[in-house]
C-alpha cells in the first residue's frame, strides 16, 4: 500500500518570503510520480508541480521548486516570493506507474496562509 | 484550454434517493477517475476506469456505486441510496495516459440530508 504523510497541519509565511512544505511517502515501488496540488477556497483540486521518480533533478515552476529525496522518501516544496494567491491547501499526493491506471495517494494537506 | 467539466456544483439529495453526477472529461483523455473528499478531510480514491470498464476501486466503493461512460462523452457516477456520510466533494479526473497528470473538475458538493 501506498502512503502519504504532511506533517504539517498549518503554515504561514509573510508576502514576499519562502516556505517549504514537507511531505514524506511510502511506496514499494520502483517507478512513481509525485506532484504537488493546491486547493484554494473554491475547492478545485489545481496542479501545482510534479516530479518523475526517475529524474534526479528536482521540478521548478516558476516561484515553485521541490526538494526530492528518493531515498528518504522525502518530496517537499518550496515556495519563493509568497504571494496572497498562495493562500490554499496543499496536497501531496503519489501514483504507481503500476498497473492499468495511475489513482493517486493525497496526503492530508497543509493549510498555508499567506499574510501581509 | 481544454477542462474537465462537473455538474451540478451542489446538490442536496435526500437519505435513501439516487443521486447521478456528471463529468465531461477532455476530450482526447482515456483515463477517468473518481475521488471524494469529506469536509476537512483528505482526498480518497474512488474509482478508475479506462477502456470501457472499471480497472481499479477501492474499498469505499462498495455496491451503491456504479460508474458509466454511457455516450463517449460524459462520465457519471452513481450513488444508488444516499446516506449521511455520503456528503462530501466529489472530484472527476482525467488523464490523456497513465504517464501525465491528471486534470481535476471543480467538484460537485453532494449534502445528503
Known amino acids: 500500500a501506498q502512503t502519504v504523510t504532511q506533517s504539517q497541519p498549518e503554515m504561514s509565511v509573510q508576502e514576499a518570503e519562502t516556505v517549504t512544505l514537507s511531505c514524506t511517502y511510502d511506496?514499494?515501488?520502483?517507478?512513481?510520480?509525485l506532484f504537488w496540488y493546491k486547493q484554494p477556497p473554491s475547492r478545485q483540486m489545481i496542479l501545482v508541480i510534479r516530479q518523475e521518480a526517475y529524474k534526479q533533478q528536482n521540478a521548478t515552476e516558476n516561484r515553485f521548486s521541490v526538494n526530492f529525496q528518493k531515498a528518504a522518501k522525502s518530496f517537499s516544496l518550496k515556495i519563493s516570493d509568497s504571494q496572497l494567491g498562495d493562500t490554499a491547501m496543499y496536497f501531496c499526493?503519489?501514483?504507481?506507474?503500476?498497473?492499468?491506471?495511475?489513482?493517486?495517494?493525497f496526503g492530508t494537506g497543509t493549510r498555508l496562509q499567506v499574510t501581509l | 484550454e481544454p477542462e474537465v467539466t462537473q455538474t451540478p456544483s451542489h446538490q442536496v439529495t435526500q437519505m435513501g434517493q439516487e443521486v447521478i453526477l456528471r463529468c465531461v472529461p477532455i476530450?482526447?483523455?482515456?483515463?477517468f477517475y473518481w475521488y471524494r473528499q469529506i469536509l476537512g478531510q483528505k482526498v480518497e480514491f474512488l474509482v478508475s476506469f479506462y477502456n470501457n470498464e472499471i480497472s481499479e476501486k477501492s474499498e469505499i466503493f462498495d455496491d451503491q456505486f456504479s460508474v458509466e461512460r454511457p455516450d463517449g462523452s460524459n462520465f457519471t457516477l452513481k450513488i444508488r441510496s444516499t446516506k449521511l456520510e455520503d456528503s462530501a466533494m466529489y472530484f472527476c479526473?482525467?488523464?490523456?495516459?497513465?504517464?501525465?497528470?491528471?486534470?481535476f473538475g471543480q467538484g460537485t458538493r453532494l449534502t445528503v440530508v
Open positions: 511506496t514499494s515501488e520502483n517507478n512513481y510520480y
Open positions: 499526493a503519489l501514483s504507481s506507474r503500476a498497473g492499468t491506471a495511475s489513482k493517486l495517494t
Open positions: 476530450s482526447n483523455h482515456l483515463y
Open positions: 479526473a482525467s488523464q490523456r495516459d497513465r504517464f501525465t497528470e491528471a486534470f
